[in-house]
């Protein structure tokens, strides 16, 4: 059997070897050298081919066994002078499957260039795809010769023999951060995932995704010829995105400004759509360990490229018990904006629980049906009637206006006193503290020095939304033994309403946990009992 040698075309160098090919092949001269790996300007810096394709490279990050890369060889063409302008139309080889030697930190593939049998009179190019009609990760162009028992880099002048007469071992490595824009990972995972599904988890533990079985559509697998799919997650700074993960301009979302840490990148190479089951996300989020409006924390996702009007989706809640969060405040990225109190995980499963606990091992998980930044957003307004809202908060003085003050934050307030004889003083609503009776202001009805407000005499409060709330609460403080507040809530032609203990103060609240939600509520001292109310907090679906 005639051994055939390759040359290999490398690092720039124009391929040679013409010493051993035929006097009669019809290639003029050979093409200029093409070559990419890490050790070259514009290569991928976490993928090296290995020997005996060439020498052995100096490379210093971590190897991803969780790989099926994919190694195709195609015939290139070439110009008139002889450089490589990409493959040809020409059939593709599959040498077949790669191998992964953990030990040896690599993947090979044993490509027999007798089956079938290349072409002395052509190029060929070796490319590694993360995986099929995924990521290109590397390259070397080939030059078979008709003479000789050895392959040649034509760039160091070595000798590399063929296996068994005709096998080439074609080795390389990957290393993680290789799929990532950036090539940076301190907080990412790559993995390949099947049509059977499975989990993926970054290297910290703070994000991954469990994907169902079959979570490819039909048609995408026909496409794409192979069930394999390259998954990446990878960690997002919030001020290189904008400042904020999910963007703040995005329709719906103008009302939910509060994020901090907890942002990530989700996609698959090749791009797989829309997927036929959804697939359940989790991460980290960074939250003050003593605010129980974080109970309320919502996942979202935004579609990259972000236009000028975001698409942003709310994801339905669910557990997310594979993420692990130990460590995630002390573990952001550099530059990363760290002005929460510290990190701690809470389990969104359980959305609206009287008590407000941390988890410090649960996910807070999402149900996607597509792949892209994910981030989360806390859906509640607060209002304490002391300080206006927005990044610069002043102190509200006693019997100011606060008609219009919150709008900004989603809710609007109006008095209903048509026909009443008590403190109103018509539509308007105003903060007051009792002229100086409470130690802070409260929502009235009455600009004079008066808090409290009943029904029968003063009105009610009417506070309106700009988009349906899931739930709403308001503290309440009957002013004597026998008075009591009542809250009430209009979702559609329902009403849902809760009245105070008589004497007792406490906090009244009406959840809504199905579409359309609570639209507006009202409030007051029950009949002519007054009451006070104050610390207004509306949580913005989901349903």
Known sequence: MKRIPLCLAAFGAVVACRDQRSLTSPKLQPPSAAFSDGRVAGGNPHF???????????????????????????????????????????????????????????????????????????????????SRGGMLLGFADLDPVNNGSQLKN??????????????????????????????????????????????????????????????IRPEVLKQLGSDNVVVTIERVRPEDVGGSCIPLNAPGLQRRPQQAEGCYRFTTSPDVGLFALDVTVGLCIEVPSTDARFDAAQLFKVEEPVGEIPVVFALRNTAAAFVHCEGFAAAHPAGSVANLARALLRHVGSWFTPAFAYAAHEGAGGLSGSFSRIGWVLPTATVNFDVTPGPEPQQITNGEDVTDLYNGVGVRFTAISEGREGCSDGPQVFANNGGGSLSTNAVSLCSGEVAGFSDAVDGRVRVGLDQPASKVCIDVTPLGEGSSGFLVAFEGEATQTVTSAPGIAQPLCVESVEEPGIQFFQFAGTGSTRAIFDNLLVTFGPF
């Not at 000798?159 to 490595?173: E, Y």
């Not at 290393?175 to 599904?197: H, K």
């Open 48 to 130: 090296f081919f290995l020997p005996p394709l060439v020498k052995q490279a100096a490379f210093a990050g971590v190897f991803n066994p969780n790989l099926k890369p994919v190694v195709v060889i195609c015939e290139l063409d070439v110009d008139v002078d002889g450089h490589p302008i990409g493959c040809s139309g020409a059939a593709t080889i599959s040498p077949g499957p790669s191998q992964l030697d953990p030990t040896g930190q690599q993947y090979t593939v044993n490509w027999n260039t007798g089956q079938p049998a290349i072409n002395p009179d052509k190029f060929y190019r070796i490319q590694v795809f993360g």
């Open 154 to 215: 034509v760039n160091t002048g070595d000798f590399i023999g063929l296996v068994d007469g005709r096998t080439l071992p074609i080795k390389f490595r990957i290393e993680l951060g290789a799929f990532l824009p950036s090539f940076v990972c301190t907080d990412c995972a790559e993995q390949t995932v099947s049509n059977d599904g499975g989990i993926v988890v970054t290297n910290t533990g703070f994000a991954g995704a469990s994907f169902p079985s079959p979570w």
